[in-house]
């Protein structure tokens, strides 16, 4: 038989995890996103300089 006590903890755990760093994952996904286009447009003006 399965052990209801696991699944019923899932969730907490899940609640528990935090990124570790800048305190939550809308923040971090804020950063990744933003280093992103930075990036981009970083290659685009070298790609511009250099042609």
Do not use: C, Q, R
């Amino acid at each position: 038989m399965m052990n209801t006590e696991n699944e019923s903890s899932l969730p907490e755990k899940f609640n528990e995890d935090v990124p570790p760093i800048l305190g939550t994952w809308n923040k971090l996904y804020l950063f990744v996103l933003v280093f992103h286009a930075l990036l981009i447009i970083l290659f685009y003006l070298f790609t511009k300089a250099f042609s």
